[in-house]
């Protein structure tokens, strides 16, 4: 029998807009444009003859058609995760690809790897910078992200949500400066005197003496220990911390569970 060819792309679009109900929030997930999210989404909505989704007052909405498949698409995801992971099975098990945003890589994730690997010669690590990994663009058995919670995959925080604001040491050119970077929880709409696209680069500009930011406690703790920066305020309590996630298949390998129970125990 002659199979239907699929929109695979355009149907993992579809899922992440679905859960989301935003178009904007499903792009950064995916690490595309909103207006690509809305390409795709038209595109599928064409290929099928349907509307999947509808604005309101209220914003984005699922049609009863859009709502209809998704149960069993979701499904259909996982099964193809599992079949990957099926064939998968028993090869690289000592080989792990794990993606993390750099300055936690290598303040946090880097020594403790080198510990795991001490203790098991055998072990090979591939390592990716990765702000926000993306499972479904990259092949990863595990990956940190800065985040509320573990949001869709499975996860294991592995650091309180603390905050704190640090500046240069010994740079008095640099009072009054800012350094902002994207999703810092800054309460003030003045805009950053130094802009940057990440925490590890936020905390490199204070250590240069560019001005103070606002980073997680967690990924600025050991600078703040060896005296590079100095603390401004806090810490305090914020919304999000690092967690260590990945889809169901991997956290059902061995291998996956094994290196997880060692990092939490680092902690």
């Known amino acids: 029998m002659k199979r239907t060819l699929l929109p695979l792309n355009?149907?993992?679009?579809?899922?992440?807009?679905?859960?989301?109900?935003?178009f904007t929030k499903a792009a950064d997930e995916l690490a595309v444009t909103p207006a690509a999210v809305g390409q795709q989404i038209r595109a599928l909505e064409d290929h099928l003859g349907t509307v999947l989704f509808r604005r309101t007052s209220k914003?984005?909405?699922?049609?009863?058609?859009g709502e209809a498949g998704l149960d069993n698409l979701r499904e259909g995801f996982l099964r193809f995760e599992e079949s990957v992971s099926a064939m998968q099975a028993g090869q690289?098990?000592?080989?792990?690809?794990?993606?993390?945003?750099?300055?936690?890589?290598?303040?946090?994730?880097?020594p403790r790897l080198a510990a795991f690997q001490a203790e098991r010669p055998g072990v090979r690590f591939q390592l990716r910078e990765r702000e926000r990994a993306d499972f479904s663009e990259a092949n990863l058995d595990l990956a940190i992200w800065l985040a509320e919670g573990p949001e869709e995959?499975?996860?294991?925080?592995?650091?309180?949500?603390?905050?704190?604001?640090?500046?240069?040491?010994?740079?008095?050119h640099a009072k009054g400066r800012s350094v902002g970077w994207p999703g810092d929880g800054r309460d003030t709409d003045a805009e950053p005197c130094i802009a940057v696209g990440s925490a590890g680069q936020a905390l490199?500009?204070?250590?240069?003496?560019?001005?103070?930011?606002?980073?997680?406690?967690?990924?600025a703790s050991e600078a703040i220990d060896a005296g590079r920066v100095r603390v401004e305020d806090g810490p305090v309590e914020g919304r999000r911390s690092y967690w260590l996630v990945a889809p169901p298949p991997q956290w059902r390998q061995k291998k996956v569970r094994a290196l997880v129970e060692y990092l939490k125990a680092s902690i």
């Open 10 to 22: 355009a149907l993992r679009v579809y899922d992440a807009a679905a859960r989301h109900l935003s």
């Open 59 to 65: 914003g984005l909405e699922l049609t009863e058609e």
């Open 92 to 110: 690289a098990v000592d080989r792990y690809a794990i993606g993390a945003p750099r300055g936690i890589l290598e303040s946090w994730l880097a």
């Open 153 to 172: 995959f499975p996860g294991e925080q592995i650091s309180k949500p603390l905050w704190v604001t640090v500046g240069p040491v010994d740079s008095p």
């Open 204 to 219: 490199a500009s204070v250590i240069a003496g560019m001005g103070s930011a606002r980073l997680p406690f967690a990924l």
